[in-house]
């Protein structure tokens, strides 16, 4: 009956559709636990209103239903209920798997039935269920936050089904239901819901459904926090601000200073100072991790995440995602994502150095980070296909976009700068995408090497490309970075080594423990009880990361830290001052 009443609820404010662009409007009523000392939001009652497609016997509505091994919401079609100017319109899906091992599901008419009118509504509930599969894949599910401030985050893309369209761009109205909440709340309780879109009760927005809906987070609850606080006015336009429920492992003072001096160096750099960023914060099972949405970005973290994660770290990842705003290929394809990541950890750093908002230390210190990522992954001689092929399979697969699309991009700094004398380098070219991405031009691969055969030759473009793609070991030239000072030196250094077979997270159970390691030497056994660890994915970030691993042995548990790194030395570069070297 709840569900019914905020069913009927929202469709009393339903604007009409625009005359110029087709219309989504999107219905978000908190469904609350009335058993909890304070209400908590654990579902939501959704309705989604929009044009038909031209061709009424094609597909409605689409949704995604997993990215890797990231489960999403996958409704069946029972679960939606749907209907149009004659009435109910009953629906079937059917399952499909592209190219990219992402399964789609698309929902359309039954057979005989075909929409009628203008307009189709389609209503159902989103009720993440405890235990749904998170595996090795992006943070996009829909989540429920524990403890007493109880709430849902998550990405569109996990729990939204959509309208089957191309790249067209829409109107988008979020509106958050919340009005048949405000007599049941306790004194002083106050439920608010807010998306990467904006805050309030009803927000609008105009783009591509692909990333205004499910590119963008969405978090509600009756214990939802704000960095600035929810007294303070934040600028739609232009401002940074932080979303929470809970407590969270780090003062927000300081970092909350810094991440606006990064994020907005990263906006100014790609010419888009006015955007606005907005950062999620959810708990998980394990570790610290992230993932990148529209204008925003969901930074999950597990009890004790402060110990392994220090808030320089989080201030790079944040200015990371940041980047994701602006490196962005058209069509989207598994084959680029070395550019998506690379030119992330690239700018990440360079844009808040260029811009004055980190010091020169702290620029040397995150490009040797990243250098040193590369070389000590043991992934530098793997073919890209291959890469590609297992990419879930393995952190230090996932991790090789990132690292190698990094330092070919600091080989492609140095061929530009070498061949124009200096007057140009790889924000030119990385500029110049972005701008053809905004004009909807074909972004990929080719592309990139057509920009960079015009400063370089395309001989030379495909070449370094080919070398990248082979896995020959890339080293930037020694002047890479001389506009900084800076040299490129060879200094070998201790490659990556859990010590122990990575399934053993999966597991629970410490297997496959190699002898001699320093996992071992720390007092690993294999049949250890694994009780929690730090997160392996950025062990090897820097050379300075130690890894632990808490086992419960004979009823008793241990914690073991030790540097994940082998005995054996690999083939590193890295910058120092210029002066320096003799």
Known sequence: MFSRILFLLSLTALPAPSRSLPHLHISLAPILNATSLVPSVTALNITLTFPPPPD??????????????????????TALHASDAAGALPLTHADETPANGNALRYYRPAPGRQPAGDRVTVQFVADPPEGLSRGNGPRIDLRRESGPEAGLVGMGEGFLPRPVVGDEEWEVTVRWELEALSSPLPE??????????????????????????????????????????????????????????????????????????????VKAFFGEADDPFRVFWRRGEAGYGGAGGHHSFL????????????????????????????????????YDVWYREGVAVYYAVMAPFL???????????????????????????????????????????????????????????????????????????????????????????????????????????????????????????????????????????????????????????????????????????????IVRFWVFSTAGDSLDNKMKVVVRREGQEIPVIYWPRSYERVENYEWVDGDKVE
């Open 56 to 77: 009424r016997s094609s597909p409605l509505l689409t949704l995604l239903l997993n990215s890797g091994a990231t489960q999403t919401l996958q409704y069946p079609s």
């Open 188 to 265: 002083g309780v106050v439920v608010r819901g807010v998306s990467s879109l904006g805050e309030g009760q009803e927000v609008n927005a105009t783009g591509v459904l692909g990333r205004v809906v499910a590119r963008s987070y969405f978090a509600v609850g009756a214990g939802l926090r704000r960095w600035p606080s929810w007294e303070e006015a934040v600028e739609e336009t232009r401002e940074v601000a932080m979303y929470w429920m809970g407590e969270l492992p780090w003062e927000l003072g300081e970092l909350g200073a810094s991440v606006v001096k990064s994020t907005g160096a």
């Open 299 to 334: 930074l999950e973290f597990a009890e004790g995440v402060e110990e392994e994660f220090s808030a320089e770290a989080l201030q790079n990842l944040i200015s990371h995602e940041s980047v994701h705003e602006y490196a962005l290929i058209n069509p989207a394809r598994q």
């Open 355 to 529: 811009a004055g908002a980190v010091d020169r230390e702290y620029f040397v210190r995150w490009m040797n980070n990243n250098a040193q990522a590369y070389y000590t992954g043991g992934t530098t001689g793997l073919d890209w296909q291959y890469v590609l092929d297992n990419y879930w399979s393995g952190t230090q697969l996932v991790k090789t976009s990132y690292f190698r699309g990094f330092i070919y991009l600091a080989q492609v700094q140095g061929l530009i700068s070498q061949s124009t004398n200096g007057t140009n380098g790889l924000d030119d070219v990385v500029i110049e995408l972005y701008q053809q991405f905004k004009a909807r031009e074909t972004v990929q691969s080719e592309q990139f090497l057509e920009v960079l055969g015009g400063y370089i030759g395309s001989a030379a473009a495909e070449s370094s490309f080919e070398d990248m793609k082979r896995g020959k070991l890339i080293v930037p030239s020694a002047g890479s970075l001389g506009m900084f000072g800076l040299k490129m030196v060879r200094r070998d250094v201790e490659g990556i080594e859990l010590g122990f077979s990575e399934s053993s997270f999966g597991r629970g159970v410490v297997v496959g423990l190699v002898p001699g390691s320093r996992a071992e030497q720390a007092g690993l056994r294999d049949g250890d009880e």
